[in-house]
């Protein structure tokens, strides 16, 4: 789960991590007493107005602005507010800008970068820095790697000061602001683990003019599977950021990604789900979404997939491979049959269906007078399902 920046921020600033801080709004009716409630706050004329979004490269989309006075602030928000904002992360589609963040503004000396997630390889935790903040993190591994400070913390402990003084000397800071940033540092890790965070990433942390280090962004991913600790976290989630399909999923309780192919999938099981899709691009395809129907896949869950699947129009063929271990094949083929007659499919389907009863679910399929496409395998599957996406752009 992702939250946006002043929501980050807040919790950064519950752990002692210096912010830039503001207020949001999402009523256009609310900016000129709030611009002034900022520059009153904060006693200053010149503030930042931010498009708050789920997705970076704001700054490039035209998504912050800096504004020297209450006027150009104030269109600022005017055209902020509302607009669609493309970014490199958005897409070409864009997002639609519904809630502003105005903040006070600083003199910026200096910008880095700074962030934690989890390192899968090392089975630990990476808190990385860099000198070369405000930039995308992407381009700097790439082009200068060894800009970028990394220590590695075992996930049953907290950041010590020793790989504070590390990743605090890793940006050459002068000896006055050293210790300060490492207590930042050490704040920054306490929040990630407490908060069960994924990510947290602060791009950029600033060297003020007035010798300060301040958090200017702030970026949060949570582990869904460890919310129910913490119910101020759910009640930040921003629904209109969401994928629409993704949240029609949910309430069914199907896991459903969107991805950019034509191959529509539906399978029970996360690995199997991923293996499927892995087969499918072997195979020449690209798979149109990830849908994990999980162990209770029957008549009313095949159908809930199908009606998820086919609101993406790119779908061409939909593949279904289930294996019956807790789950009945025959009884998702029933489901399937149904599923078909009743929506009234105009896209081919693939059924690989192994496990439990297959066999009597195969003589189901064959025998339902519905246009099926059976599968003997995996394989079989994927390259059926790739010639039928063929067949639908001839």
């Known amino acids: 789960m992702k939250i946006h920046e002043y929501q980050g ?72 507010l509302g607009m669609n904002l493309v970014t490199h992360q958005t897409g070409e589609e864009g997002k639609k800008v519904n809630k502003v963040y105005i903040t006070e503004a600083f003199d910026i000396k200096k910008e880095y970068y700074a962030a934690i997630t989890l390192d899968r390889s090392k089975k630990m935790d990476v808190f990385m820095v860099s000198t070369e903040g405000g ?27 020793e790989k504070a003084m590390e990743l605090a000397l890793g940006l050459e800071l002068r000896d006055k602001l050293i210790k300060p940033c490492i207590n930042i540092f050490k704040n920054m890790y306490k929040c990630y683990k407490d908060m069960d965070s994924s990510l ?16 200017l962004d702030a970026k949060f991913n949570f582990d869904s599977n460890a919310l129910f600790r913490h119910k101020n976290i759910l009640d930040m989630r921003d629904l209109t950021e969401e994928d629409p399909l993704e949240l029609e999923a949910s309430k069914f309780d199907l896991n459903y990604v969107k991805l950019e192919g034509n191959v529509g999938c539906m399978v029970n099981g996360a690995g199997l789900a991923m293996a499927t899709m892995d087969i499918i691009k072997i195979s020449g395809g690209e798979p149109a979404n990830f849908l994990d129907v999980g162990g209770k896949a029957n008549a009313e869950t095949i159908k809930n997939g199908f009606k998820i699947i086919l609101n993406d129009k790119n779908v061409k063929v939909i593949l279904i491979n289930i294996f019956g271990g807790i789950v009945r094949c025959d009884r998702v083929a029933n489901g399937v049959v149904d599923a078909v007659k009743d929506l009234g499919l105009k896209v081919p389907v693939v059924v690989r269906l192994e496990g439990t009863n297959a066999e009597i679910a195969k003589e189901i399929l064959s025998n339902s007078g519905v246009e099926i496409i059976p599968a003997n395998n995996l394989e079989d ?7 039928a996406t063929l067949k639908e752009k001839n």
């Open 9 to 80: 921020k807040k919790i950064l600033s519950d752990f002692n991590v210096p912010i830039q801080d503001g207020y949001v709004i999402e009523d256009i009716k609310l900016a000129e007493q709030t611009i002034k409630q900022v520059q009153k706050d904060f006693q200053t004329q010149d503030v930042i107005v931010k498009a708050q979004i789920h997705a970076g490269g704001r700054g490039k989309g035209g998504g912050v602005k800096y504004s020297p006075d209450f006027k150009t602030a104030l269109n600022h928000t005017k055209n902020i």
């Open 135 to 161: 930039m995308n993190i992407e381009d700097v591994a790439k082009e200068t790697p060894e800009k970028i400070i990394k220590v590695w913390i075992n996930p049953k402990e907290y950041l010590t000061d």
């Open 200 to 215: 947290l990433e602060i791009n950029p942390l600033v060297e003020t003019e007035q010798e300060e280090i301040v958090a």
């Open 381 to 387: 599957a994927a390259i059926k399902s790739v010639k």
